[in-house]
Structures are given as C-alpha cells and as structure tokens.
Nanobody
Framework: QVQLVESGGGLVQPGGSLRLSCAAS????????MAWFRQAPGKERDFVAG???????????IYEDSVKGRFTISRDNAKNTVYLQMNSLRPEDTALYYC?????????????????WGQGTQVTVSS
C-alpha cells in the first residue's frame, strides 16, 4: 500500500523560502512518477513540479512556468523522500500543497493521472 506524508509547510514572508518534504512508502523501485500540486481556496488543483523515473532514461523533471527558476524538485532515494525547495516565494504561491504518486510515468502534470495522494501541507506567503 502506497502512503505519502507531506511536511514543511508554514507561514513565510514574500521573498522567503520553504522546503516541502514528501515521505513515500510502498512505491516501486523504478518506473513511477511523483509530483507536487497546489490548490488555493475556490480554485482548481494546479500542477507545480514533477519527476518521473524509468529503467531507460532515468529521471525526468518538469515545472509549471510560474515556478521555473524559483522551485526545485528533488529526491533522496535512501530516505524515499521527494522535496520541493521553494525560493523567492510570492503571495500567489499561497495554497495547500499536495504530493502525488503513480506507477504510470506519463502525464506528469495531469492530476487526473495520479492514484496516490498525501494529506496536503499549507503554505502561506504573507507579510
């Protein structure tokens, strides 16, 4: 059974940084994708950043345009954890951030194609 547990959210001032963590258990050793999505009140769940792994090409990463150059997704294999380092945070980054995973490595940025979700961690950017 796959379990995802997020942590690291909080309140930060504009321009500040946070690092979100997603501890995963039950995922295969290869051929799966993980991603971060976010959802603000009254809005749809949006893609933020994602990674996929397969036996042929290794890791592949993509980012939503508004976070390119500010956010970085990475993973620690030994800890089975995926991170989202968020720098230069803006008020519009305020949302509930979710970690997601799925054995199908395609369609990284489509939330409809993820079977497993964490409970979410709140990020609030405000002065």
């Amino acid at each position: 059974q796959v379990q995802l547990v997020e942590s690291g959210g909080g309140l930060v001032q504009p321009g500040g940084s946070l690092r979100l963590s997603c501890a995963a258990s039950g995922l295969p050793d290869s051929n799966y994708k993980m991603a971060w999505f976010r959802q603000a009140p009254g809005k749809e769940r949006d893609f933020v950043a994602g990674m996929s792994w397969n036996g042929w090409s290794g890791a592949f990463m993509i980012y939503e345009d508004s976070v390119k150059g500010r956010f970085t997704i990475s993973r620690d294999n030994a800890k089975n954890t995926v991170y989202l380092q968020m720098n230069s945070l803006r008020p519009e980054d305020t949302a509930l951030y979710y970690c997601a995973a799925d054995p199908e490595v395609r369609l990284i940025n489509d939330h409809h194609h993820y079977r497993y979700w964490g409970q979410g961690t709140q990020v609030t950017v405000s002065s």
